[in-house]
């Protein structure tokens, strides 16, 4: 994909994750946000001044996302849906986590277009398929279920109406209703020998998607509720867990990765990367805040 790519692909920073996740661009801020799980921390990325805040959490976090008020941003975290006002730094909690945390954890989380959060839960160990999907919207007592008995939840995007996800352990993508998950009208696409991790989606309907322990990315062609497999992009890091685009044009993609497992890793794994493309991503959704919030 020498005309996707529009430049070289270099670290953002000094700081290497555990596991590094769930990048967001707050267009408002011109920044990046994102977390390393195992390490309970949030991160930003402000590109104008080249500066890296690190702030610890308190609980196990998977997601930062943006909401409809300035500053003030989601957490999808294991104690609970919450809100974090970056200023004060308070936390409140919007609703619990919705299972058992000695069994399962949050992880990959996104904004609908309807302002709700999707969010999915994995088990501790990687192993057993007890995670699921949930949605959760403002107003609502708890998050409600939409599909259970996944094991590693990965990769949520919408286009043409349809949501795309993944499950890694299954090395599968799935679409359906855009609205609801609905299983038994789900389609199915295999990644082959790839591990789908999370994923980004262009203006044009390409989504990018981290494969996880493969050194790469990996494009796909969304046509007509097809996923057409395209071809691979090597990164210098041996697990990109995520990516999404940013920057004033939202050109600039940026991919995260993680060191997890790893007794030598080389000095880039962990990294927060970067590299200028010639597409544009799609903008950030926004979860829509309780009223009395």
Same mark, same amino acid.
């Given at each position: ?18 596991? *590094?996740? $769930? ?59 919450? $809100?974090?006002?970056?200023?004060? +730094? ?85 679409? +359906? ?26 203006? *044009? ?41 940013? *920057? ?21 794994? +962990? ?8 597409? $544009? +991503? ?12």
């Amino acid at each position: 994909m020498a005309d996707f790519l529009r430049s070289e692909i270099t670290p953002v920073n000094d700081y290497r994750a555990e596991l *590094g996740e $769930t990048p967001v661009w707050c267009d408002r801020s011109q920044s990046l946000l994102w977390v390393d799980i195992n390490r309970r921390r949030l991160l930003r990325y402000w590109p104008s001044r080249r500066e890296t805040e690190i702030r610890n959490l308190p609980t196990v976090t998977s997601a930062v996302l943006l909401t409809d008020k300035d500053e003030v941003f989601l957490l999808a975290a294991h104690q609970g849906i919450a $809100t974090y006002d970056y200023a004060s +730094g308070e936390i409140t909690v919007l609703c619990d986590y919705p299972e058992e945390t000695s069994k399962t954890r949050p992880n990959e989380a996104a904004i609908a277009p309807d302002g709700s959060l999707w969010f999915g839960t994995m088990d501790l160990t990687e192993g057993e398929p007890i995670g699921a999907w949930y949605r959760f919207a403002a107003g609502d007592a708890a998050p409600e279920m939409m599909m259970d008995k996944l094991t590693i939840p990965n990769t949520l995007v919408w286009h043409e109406n349809r949501v795309w996800f993944a499950d890694s352990d299954a090395k599968r993508f799935y679409s +359906g209703n855009g609205k609801r998950i609905n299983p038994r009208t789900l389609s199915c696409y295999s990644s082959g020998e790839l591990t789908p991790d999370g994923s980004t989606l262009t203006t *044009g309907g390409r989504l990018i998607n981290a494969c996880f322990g493969h050194h790469c990315l990996f494009t796909y062609q969304i046509n007509e509720g097809e996923l057409l497999a395209e071809e691979a992009i090597p990164l210098p890091v041996t697990q990109p867990s995520c990516c999404t685009f940013g *920057g004033p044009e939202r050109k600039t993609l940026f991919i995260t990765s993680a060191r997890k497992g790893m007794e030598n890793p080389d000095a880039l794994e +962990g990294a927060l990367l970067q590299v200028e493309t010639s597409e $544009t +991503g799609m903008p950030q959704h926004r979860f829509i805040l309780p009223a009395s919030h």
